[in-house]
């Protein structure tokens, strides 16, 4: 963040907070298991990028988005209810591809008043 002003060539004011787990992140969770985490802003040509940062390539596919409203200390309940309730339910399954959520013009940490977008990768059950 602090040389988030420093980047040249963003696309609009989204900020994005990338998760990528390990294959059977899920299957057995594990809340000291080990992730990947990315900070990540668009911009138009990741071959300029910052000194000390390194492009991120999100690829496309099939999400499953949810909005959040609060603060985001107290988001535990709405991840419990994706992957608790939402998704068995449904008719897909989890895919391994980046989770992230979009950090938008509503989104203020540590505001009770916070809204986010919570982008989680999903595929049709076979």
Do not use: C
Request: charged residues 25%.
């Amino acid at each position: 963040m602090p040389v988030r002003n420093e980047i040249k060539n963003p696309i609009g004011i989204e900020l994005f907070s990338i998760q990528i787990y390990p294959q059977a992140f899920f299957d057995n969770f594990d809340p000291n298991q080990e992730y990947e985490k990315w900070a990540a802003i668009e911009v138009t040509d990741n071959k300029v990028v910052h000194v000390g940062m390194e492009p991120f390539n999100l690829s496309g596919g099939l999400y499953a988005v949810f909005q959040y409203k609060g603060h985001s200390n107290e988001a535990e309940s709405t991840f419990k209810y994706i992957f608790g309730t939402w998704l068995p339910n449904s008719k897909f399954t989890l895919d391994n591809r980046p989770h992230f959520e979009v950090l938008g013009e509503k989104y203020r940490n540590g505001d009770p008043n916070s809204e986010e977008e919570i982008w989680i990768p999903i595929k049709l059950r076979d």
